[in-house]
């Protein structure tokens, strides 16, 4: 061979083993993965333990997924070296199969969020309906991701029960709650919804964000979120599936669950919960 073939040969190996975007130190990036495997049940919206993040570390994830906003949505990821975990409604992930592809080959995290979203959770209805509802979405996400997603599972609308966290741990599904929400079921402007979800943050400290690549409101406001994500010194944590449970950080004292206090105040203990967490400004 030449030395101009060898050049040739050269440069095309590392182009394609180049990044589709060379991140340097204006991007956000990603400080650290996370292993999780086993059943917990993480988030402390819902659940007594979430994740043992450090001080301003974040978690990003998406639901309801995919939909034509998801575009933007890793575009904007990968302009700055970010991933994220990706929750996915079945029949949404069979029939946009190449975002789900997209989503796997861009190196995040896919896992599920039943198979049709029902409007009053899984717990509304009877319970082999809400155990295929899980499996039916864990196989079609399965199937769009060519095999390579995570058996990560949320609830639609966190509405979870005893029974079906038990079909869950059988199935070794961790389940997700989230820490904090951009409320971004609520029309809002983009410029509103990443001014609400900074001050909750900021509040907190860290933890695991709960986003809609659905909406276009939020698809527009992520390049901003990443952005300020960085300037204010934040570190991106990205979930991955591993053998093992993750280390947890309990709640601290006087902890209660949101979603569960919003269903029984709304709807009574036994009465269907609601589909979304209670609407808020603050």
Known sequence: MTVNKWLICGLLLASAAAPAHACGPDALGVSREIAIGGAP?????????????????????????????????????????????????????QAMPELVRREIADGHTVGSHSWSHPLKSLRALDLAEGIAEIERGDKAVAAASGGKASHFFRFPGFGDSPALLEAAAQRKMPVFGTDLWASDWNPMTSERELQLLMSRLRKAGRGMILLHDIHKQTADMIPSLLRTLHAEGFKLVHLVPGPNAPELRPAPEGWSSETEAFYRKMFGELAHPAPHPPKSTN
């Not at 994830?61 to 995919?66: K, L, R, V, Y």
């Not at 939909?67 to 904007?76: C, E, F, I, Q, Y």
């Open 41 to 93: 049940q993480i988030g402390l919206k819902t659940y007594p333990q979430t994740l043992a993040l450090a001080d301003h570390e974040v978690v990003l994830t998406f639901d309801d997924g995919p939909s034509p906003a998801t575009r933007k949505v890793l575009d904007a990821l990968a302009a700055q070296c970010a991933k994220a975990t990706f929750f996915l409604i079945g029949r949404n992930a």
